[in-house]
């Protein structure tokens, strides 16, 4: 067999994973989240709960979503009389739509560091996605 094949069958997704990962609050607003992807040169990251589990995906992809219906975002910044409970005063707070939950990708797919970089872009093809999460199960 030629060994460029041999080789490209025998690589694993260890052998090609990025090892610098870049991790995105839930919580953050999209600007902020559109900043550490510029910063760390990335055009896409794992979304991450209060308890640093993995709950999504932002990428590139969700960005230009989000200009496309940028219509929705129309009530950002506008100002809301809230109370918290009844009997409680009322207070002043500001709308924000605009957070990386209501523009992730919910569905994560992932691999482990051992398997085969074949089944990974398979699996890659199949879902029409572009990133898996590299899960270590140690």
Known sequence: MNSAIERLLNLRVADVMSSKVVRISEDDQMSTAAAILDRNDVSGAPVVDEAGQCVGIISSSDFELRTAHSSDLQEEGKEVLVQDAPG?????????????RDHMTNVVESASPETPIMDAARAMCKEHIHRLVVLNCE
């Open 88 to 100: 409680e005063p009322y207070h002043i707070e500001s709308i924000q739509r605009d957070h990386v």
